[in-house]
């Protein structure tokens, strides 16, 4: 019976290895995209930055067509990012060197103007194909960015979710007669929107030769009225959909307008996974969800460190460099600006879906916190908050 045990355990270890190093098998002509979607300042979070670093870096000792790829929402969701405005997270991405990377509705909240500087700010340069001004429905960034790798054209087109007004303070943005200066295109039930993806599609297509066109689209799936899928079913010709805004983790298929099977890849919230998208010499797609970084072949630029219960692999510099990062605003962050006896729940524990946390379908503590404080402040008999998380 021992005997039998031990082996098992041998089986099962060995299974552990070779699924970590399946992770980085493949072929060195396969044109690899690594994707992250709603990192919210988690850039030490979970797989972190650093990790994410590691894994591409490692990677790129076989395969030298490497794509690095933010679909929205990094600026928002911690303290580095408020107290810098996100300018700090811009310079940890620059940093981390993404080739593309587009808005998601939290890029907006810290007003037009900060958008504006950061946008120039950001190397990778922001892409959006429905992020639009009102009076000429022409989009404010490129709509979509051509790299080539591997001999091949890719084709990247932006999409940020046109739920984005009622989500941000772009509403509050208004010309000389009272008209909202932009738009998301979420006209005619969103079909607006459908055709001018379509349209793009088509231009890289057929007058920019691409040989693969992917869509990244801040929108999610079974959460919101519009969705990546119904999106994929409106049109025709793309080969991958790289998705977020829902901080879910999946990797499935869905169907085109043409009913063709499409991956549709996200990897949750704060770095829990890393989208691994594969396009194969034979032209085939593959895609994974990378949520644990093996050791790397050499550690010699790695270090491993303990995050929440889990030890992980990441760059040393890249730790570094987000360290150095939070020690610049080292004061701001460790100023105490008051205390509670009282236990903050947002999420029920080991839940990791921001959708369910409690303030979003329930009375929680950090909602009666914040109705209080602005029943105080305004001297009111009652205080209304929306959801929060």
């Not at 941000?168 to 001018?196: C, P, V």
């Not at 999610?220 to 969705?227: C, F, L």
Request: hydrophobic share 35%; charged share 20%.
């Amino acid at each position: 019976m021992q005997k039998l045990l031990l082996i098992c355990f041998l089986i099962a270890q060995a299974n552990n290895v070779l699924s970590s190093k399946r992770n980085l098998q493949g072929s060195s002509d396969d044109i690899i995209i690594l994707h992250l979607n709603d990192v919210h300042c988690g850039v030490n979070d979970t797989i972190g930055y650093d990790g994410f670093v590691l894994y591409r870096d490692e990677l790129s000792k076989n395969y030298p067509n490497i794509i690095s790829v933010d679909v929205g929402d990094h600026i928002q969701g911690g303290t580095l990012g408020s107290i810098s405005d996100g300018t700090a997270i811009i310079d940890i991405m620059n940093k981390v060197g993404f080739d593309v990377s587009i808005l998601g509705n939290h890029e907006f909240d810290y007003g037009i103007e900060q958008l504006s500087k950061l946008g120039e700010n950001i190397t990778s340069k922001y892409i959006s194909t429905n992020f639009c001004y009102r009076a000429n429905k022409t989009s404010v960034y490129n709509p979509y960015k051509i790299i080539e790798k591997g001999g091949k054209k890719i084709a990247f087109i932006g999409v940020i979710t046109p739920l984005t007004f009622s989500k941000t303070y772009l509403s509050t943005i208004k010309d000389s007669n009272g008209e909202a200066i932009y738009d998301f295109l979420a006209g005619n039930n969103a079909q607006e929107l459908y055709d001018r993806i379509q349209e793009h599609i088509n231009h890289v297509r057929n007058e920019e030769g691409a040989d693969y066109v992917i869509l990244l689209t801040h929108v999610g799936m079974n959460v919101e009225q519009y969705t990546s899928n119904i999106l994929l079913s409106k049109i025709q010709n793309v080969d991958a959909v790289l998705d977020g805004h829902t901080h879910q983790i999946y990797n499935t298929t869905s169907n085109d307008m043409d009913n063709k099977n499409i991956h549709i890849t996200q990897t949750g919230t704060k770095l829990q996974s890393i989208g691994k998208l594969v396009i194969k010499k034979d032209g085939t797609i593959e895609s994974e969800n990378i949520q644990d970084i093996p050791e790397p072949s050499d550690t010699t630029n790695a270090t491993k460190l303990t995050r929440g219960k889990k030890e992980v692999w990441v760059n040393k510099e890249m730790n570094d460099y987000i360290n150095n990062m939070f020690s610049l605003y080292e004061k701001d962050l460790n100023e105490l600006y008051g205390s509670n006896d009282y236990d903050l729940l947002i999420m029920p524990e080991g839940v990791t879906d921001s959708h369910s946390a409690y303030c979003r379908f329930q009375e929680c503590t950090v909602g009666n916190l914040l109705t209080d404080a602005f029943r105080s402040a305004g001297n009111s008999n009652a205080s209304f908050v929306n959801g929060v998380r």
